[in-house]
């Protein structure tokens, strides 16, 4: 190839009588276009997205032919490619230009406060698109099967719906983004199952919302909320099982000491707009620890379960959710004999029911209707 470009060039000279600086500017192009491939990533992980980069996937698998070749390919390529996280900083400048910057991943709030900028998560802030009916239909039939086989096998069915950072604190949201005034996609998602199924849904949204005033109930860098926030969480629907349950006791959060926390969005920033003198301490409580605990982990995944046990405590509980759960866990383990905790969000195993007093299901709100994505096997 080299040969190649360097007999072009010469004829270019000699036999085209082009000047030296065309010929310059054709070598700097030949140089560039090798730039890319002159160096191949291979971290699995991108620190400054934070995200899992595409595998490499072979033209064959198990003797069989990968008809997807190409496209994991290009994936996997433009993840990979020489000089990537040059370019990825050089776009990460323009942002500097902006008070309020949205970046691909991330909305940057008053006081510095950070917000996912998925859609899903904007939505919920926005209210601009109500859901559909066939949407709120689906979702009542998946969680009216689900609450119609727990009292047909003599258990309780709580539906939980953990809420976003931007309800709880929607004045530190980007004024970029314009508020529809309206009751909102969850408000109409929990009126709708009300009004159509005998589920019990819980969403603590204004009983978080009255303590937010004492003390930081959601990391100013993460999605998430913190120890206390799920706390309030917690206690609306523990209220909601004692009508069930009178016999379980409730826990009483007691604060053990503070930490420091930047989390998700604050990695998901690009590392030009990260303030790493800007750290906030938080409450964290004493719920762990007081309950022997066995973990796994999912095979090429992040989701885990657990399984708690804690012999002071009555009841038991099958509970399922996503990464708002894991706040819950040492005071849902605080709180009952046996717990069996799944982070997976793909599927619900009524089986497992047999075995427990209690089914939870935990969605952060933005996700409410993956609901009616989850294979539930009865």
């Not at 007081?290 to 099958?318: C, G, P, V, W």
């Not at 383990?333 to 047999?354: G, P, R």
Request: aromatic letters at 16%; hydrophobic letters at 35%.
């Amino acid at each position: 190839l080299m040969y190649k470009i360097s007999n072009y060039l010469a004829e270019f000279k000699t036999i085209k009588n082009q000047s030296r600086i065309e010929i310059v500017f054709l070598s700097l192009f030949f140089i560039m276009l090798l730039i890319p491939i002159s160096y191949i990533d291979q971290d699995k992980v991108s620190e400054l997205e934070n995200r899992t980069l595409t595998k490499w996937e072979p033209l064959i698998i198990n003797k069989n032919l990968n008809c997807n070749f190409g496209k994991n390919f290009e994936n996997w390529f433009n993840d990979r490619f020489n000089m990537r996280n040059i370019l990825i900083f050089i776009d990460s400048l323009k942002y500097h230009f902006s008070k309020y910057p949205i970046t691909q991943n991330v909305i940057k709030g008053k006081d510095g406060w950070l917000f996912l900028n998925w859609k899903s998560s904007v939505i919920t802030y926005t209210n601009e698109k109500p859901i559909n009916q066939k949407e709120l239909e689906n979702a009542n039939k998946v969680l009216s099967n689900i609450n119609d086989y727990a009292i047909k096998n003599n258990k309780k069915f709580y539906f939980l719906i953990a809420p976003a950072k931007s309800t709880i604190y929607p004045e530190f949201y980007s004024p970029k983004i314009q508020r529809n005034k309206n009751n909102g996609r969850t408000l109409q998602f929990v009126n709708y199952i009300a009004q159509n199924s005998k589920v019990k849904v819980i969403y603590p949204k204004d009983e978080i919302i009255k303590h937010k005033d004492k003390e930081f109930l959601y990391y100013k860098y993460d999605t998430h909320w913190n120890a206390l926030g799920a706390y309030f969480g917690y206690l609306e629907i523990c209220h909601a099982i004692k009508e069930d349950f009178p016999d379980i006791d409730l826990y009483e959060y007691r604060e053990l000491k503070h930490e420091k926390r930047f989390g998700d969005l604050y990695k998901m920033l690009p590392k030009s707009l990260r303030d790493k003198k800007s750290s906030i301490k938080y409450s964290v409580s004493d719920a762990e620890g007081k309950y022997s605990k066995k973990t796994k982990t999912f095979k090429d995944s992040r989701e885990k379960f657990f399984d708690t046990i804690n012999s002071k405590k009555k009841r038991t509980a099958l509970i399922y959710g996503d990464s708002f759960l894991t706040k819950l866990i040492p005071y849902f383990a605080n709180t009952f004999n046996k717990c069996h905790i799944n982070q997976n969000e793909s599927f619900v195993d009524m089986k497992k029911l047999k075995d427990y007093d209690i089914l939870i299901i935990e969605l952060t709100e933005r996700n409410i209707l993956d609901i009616s994505n989850k294979k539930v096997i009865f």
